[in-house]
């Protein structure tokens, strides 16, 4: 979508404080490098007494990104908060209701009606000021590392196969910084100041999870309909008649090139920031999401894609040429009989 599209829709549904995001640091970009500008604005979740920083992406992604603080004093306070009063599953319901809200102005622009795939990640962001070496912090706590990550929560009693598993991701640049990355939740232990750049860095790779696994149902959902569908005319026998699978194959040929535009945009992102150690981050975030399996999956269902569709058009030319040939006969035997 374009940037003013973007922006007429959203002045629909009553927003009107835009701004464009940018990165907390002045990172230096080429001009010729494309970069993932969002729409940002600010809403406020009034049931959760809360401000929240809202994205809209060119290529159909919202985001939605709210911080609760937790003023405590170790770990085992913050693992004792978020098990007895998890807010994150109010705040899910409240995000609902802002997306139906804003998607209401989007629909004019929606190809179909297919289902939204909604994603909620959470980042436990903790200020390194007095807890001095991070990786000591993260051993001495394990337990409640891997149970924050992975939530689970009553029985902590992890294996070192599942420790290992879970803390496979990490990085650290400092000895007093830290950042794991699982498939559920995020850790990360800094300065207060190096936040926002990390955690959108973790959204992008969360986003380009989103959109492949978008594409991969889109992609299902479409192929079964086309072997639902097909299987029920009753005049597949003629030879000009497609049963609507042009329209349907054609559409998913199109994912090819809408695939590429969208991970052209996410890639390379040490060029995107300048910021070599960045770029290690959004890498260590897209092996946790399984990126390139994500990737490589559709773009092997679009190979298959355009075998069936090579394979259909074939079998139509077969029963038009078939049907020629009745034809030729037929026209033959009228001129034989001097019909």
């Not at 995001?21 to 940002?40: A, G, K, T, W």
């Not at 790779?205 to 992609?219: G, R, S």
């Not at 959902?221 to 008649?241: G, M, V």
């Not at 390379?268 to 260590?284: D, H, I, S």
Request: aromatic share 14%; proline share 1%.
């Amino acid at each position: 979508m374009k940037r003013e599209e973007i922006i007429e829709s959203l002045k629909k549904s009553g927003v009107d404080n835009f701004k464009e995001h940018q990165l907390e640091d002045n990172y230096e970009r080429p001009e010729f490098i494309s970069y993932p500008e969002p729409v940002s604005f600010h809403y406020e979740f009034k049931q959760l007494n809360q401000k929240a920083k809202v994205k809209v992406y060119r290529y159909g992604v919202l985001s939605i990104k709210t911080t609760f603080s937790y003023e405590v004093d170790s770990l085992e306070q913050l693992h004792e908060l978020v098990k007895e009063k998890d807010i994150r599953k109010r705040t899910i319901n409240e995000f609902d209701k802002l997306y139906n809200k804003i998607s209401n102005y989007f629909t004019s622009l929606l190809k179909d009606d297919s289902d939204v795939f909604s994603h909620t990640y959470s980042v436990y962001c903790i200020d390194n000021s007095n807890i001095g070496e991070a990786y000591d912090l993260v051993n001495k706590n394990k337990d409640i590392v891997i149970s924050l990550l992975t939530e689970e929560y009553d029985n902590m009693n992890f294996s070192e196969e599942q420790k290992k598993a879970v803390l496979d991701y990490d990085i650290s640049f400092f000895n007093s910084d830290y950042s794991a990355i699982y498939w559920n939740n995020a850790l990360i232990i800094d300065n207060n100041s190096n936040f926002n750049d990390k955690l959108f860095i973790i959204e992008l790779a969360n986003i380009q999870f989103n959109v492949l696994k978008t594409y991969d149902e889109y992609i299902d959902q479409h192929l079964s309909d086309y072997l639902t569908d097909n299987n029920k005319k009753i005049l597949n026998f003629l030879p000009f008649f497609k049963s609507g699978i042009s329209k349907k194959i054609n559409e998913i040929m199109k994912l090819r090139f809408e695939l590429e535009k969208v991970v052209d945009v996410m890639d390379n992102f040490e060029k995107f920031q300048g910021e070599w150690y960045l770029a290690r981050v959004y890498y260590l975030a897209s092996k946790a999401f399984q990126i390139d399996r994500w990737r490589n999956l559709i773009e092997n269902r679009i190979k298959k894609v355009n075998e069936l569709y090579n394979l259909i058009n074939s079998e139509i030319n077969r029963k038009r040429m078939l049907w020629l040939n009745i034809l030729m006969l037929l026209l033959f035997l009228l001129w034989f009989l001097g019909i």
